[in-house]
């Protein structure tokens, strides 16, 4: 097959039959900041991981709002809670405190159509 030097991402539809929100729900619950999070990606751009490994916080957050819990507890571990993307967010959200308890939860609120 010709390399057009780009390739064509996989539908991300979400089917909200299948969709568990129920992790997203704990985290919005036990950290109310996250719920103004406009995706800016101050948070991206400024990450100490991103610029050692792929690692993309903002990417994190759409994996959380589409409940695809298994690609985040493998996502999630790369994180080194060094707080920097919360020091530049403009609209004061916990980031350390969304991920530590995304770390700490994710395991239990597994779902097998992630
Ligand atoms: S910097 Fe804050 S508002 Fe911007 S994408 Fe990150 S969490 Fe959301
Ligand atoms: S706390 Fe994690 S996500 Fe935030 S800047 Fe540091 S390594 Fe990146």
């Known amino acids: 097959m010709k390399d057009f030097g780009f ?3 996989k539908q991300r539809t979400i089917d909200y039959d299948q969709f568990d929100g129920r992790l997203l729900n ?3 619950e036990m950290e109310p900041s996250f719920k103004v999070c406009l995706s800016c990606g101050g948070c991206t751009a400024t ?9 993309n916080i903002r990417r994190l957050n759409l994996m959380l709002r589409r ?5 985040l507890e493998s996502e999630i571990k790369k994180c ?9 967010c403009p609209r004061g959200i916990n980031l350390r405190n969304v991920i530590m308890l995304i770390k700490k939860s ?3 609120h597994q779902t097998v159509n992630s």
């Open 67 to 71: 409940g695809e819990t298994v690609e």
């Open 80 to 88: 080194m809670l060094c707080g920097k993307c919360q020091l530049v």
């Open 7 to 9: 390739t064509v991402i």
């Open 106 to 108: 994710v395991a239990k």
């Open 26 to 28: 704990y985290i919005l």
């Open 47 to 55: 990450c100490s991981a991103g610029d050692l490994v792929s690692f």
